[in-house]
């Protein structure tokens, strides 16, 4: 590869650039961090991915299969938090991928501290789905168990679950190499995955305001609700149960659609339908962890508060 520098010498002529050789920036930082990561876990005798089929599950998946073919699996846990639409995305994305693909079944309603809701949910969430996957991976004699927490992660504001993902050793090949957000979404386009620009979507108990307990109810009316919205076309989007009360979040930038009679009148019925007391439309827009109380005096915006399934 040639590339090329200004000269800076008196007797150069304006504007003249001079051929250096330079294979060394051949490779940008993203491919040097996704070369890292694969030859990473390429030392490994097989790897199970905690696997929500977001990006960045999606991410760590390609890149264990790429370096370790057969011996990569990806273990998706289902539970009651979890979209029955998010895990036939999932099933996708592995097809794609050409990975193993377990699926497990368990029930976070079954721990009394998750039932709770207090501010540490996430992390009991994260110790039963995690702790799913180290038994799946010692049933199958596989010794490494990976997540996709991302370098981005452990800036974001209080996040319980990385703890568990400490306590548990498991490993997180996107933070050990420093690959951001942004970063993850090019590796997932450089292996042509579908969900290189998909939005984060947090487990459905993420929409239950905290202190308020999560019930199979109440789970069941937003996963069915978000289902509505999604049939509208959104893309970026909640339902926010506060007590049988629904609180609907859109994107900023699709928050017109959302502005009109028919969506109003069509979506209040829907809604009423499937149990909710009241129907709102928050003009606010979508704002991540909004039901929070570490988003608080902060308008909402706490991205530490949601977090991709399984990852």
Request: hydrophobic share 35%; charged share 30%.
């Given at each position: ?296 005096g902060s308008g909402g915006n706490n991205a530490s ?7």
């Amino acid at each position: 590869m040639t590339c090329f520098i200004e000269c800076s010498n008196s007797g150069c002529e304006d504007n003249v650039l001079l051929p250096i050789r330079c294979e060394r920036a051949a490779m940008t930082t993203v491919e040097a961090k996704l070369e890292a990561a694969r030859e990473d876990l390429a030392t490994r005798d097989g790897v199970v991915i905690a696997f929500s089929g977001g990006v960045d599950s999606s991410a760590v998946a390609a890149l264990a299969h790429d370096a370790l073919g057969e011996d990569a699996i990806a273990c998706t846990a289902r539970s009651e938090t979890l979209p029955e639409a998010e895990l036939e995305d999932a099933k996708a994305v592995a097809e794609e991928i050409g990975i193993r693909h377990e699926i497990v079944s368990f029930s976070e309603l079954e721990s009394d501290a998750f039932v709770e809701n207090d501010d540490d949910r996430c992390y009991h969430c994260r110790t039963m789905r995690l702790g799913e996957m180290l038994e799946t991976a010692r049933d199958l004699g596989v010794g490494t168990v990976c997540d996709g927490t991302n370098a981005d992660d452990p800036g974001a504001g209080h996040r319980p679950g990385l703890q568990a993902v400490e306590e548990l050793d498991v490993h997180s090949p996107l933070l050990t190499h420093d690959i951001s957000k942004d970063e993850v979404r090019e590796i997932a386009a450089h292996y042509g995955l579908s969900v290189a620009d998909k939005p984060s979507m947090a487990c459905l108990s993420s929409r239950i305001p905290t202190g308020l307990e999560v019930t199979e109810e109440r789970l069941t009316r937003v996963e069915q609700a978000e289902a509505v919205l999604r049939q509208w076309g959104f893309e970026q989007f909640r339902v926010r149960d506060h007590d049988g009360l629904a609180r609907i979040e859109v994107s900023p930038d699709e928050l017109e659609r959302a502005l009109t009679r028919e969506f109003a009148e069509t979506v209040r019925e829907e809604l009423s339908q499937i149990g909710f007391d009241h129907v709102t439309l928050d003009l606010h827009g979508y704002r991540t962890g909004s039901v929070s109380p570490a988003a608080e005096g902060s308008g909402g915006n706490n991205a530490s508060a949601e977090s991709e399934i399984g990852e």
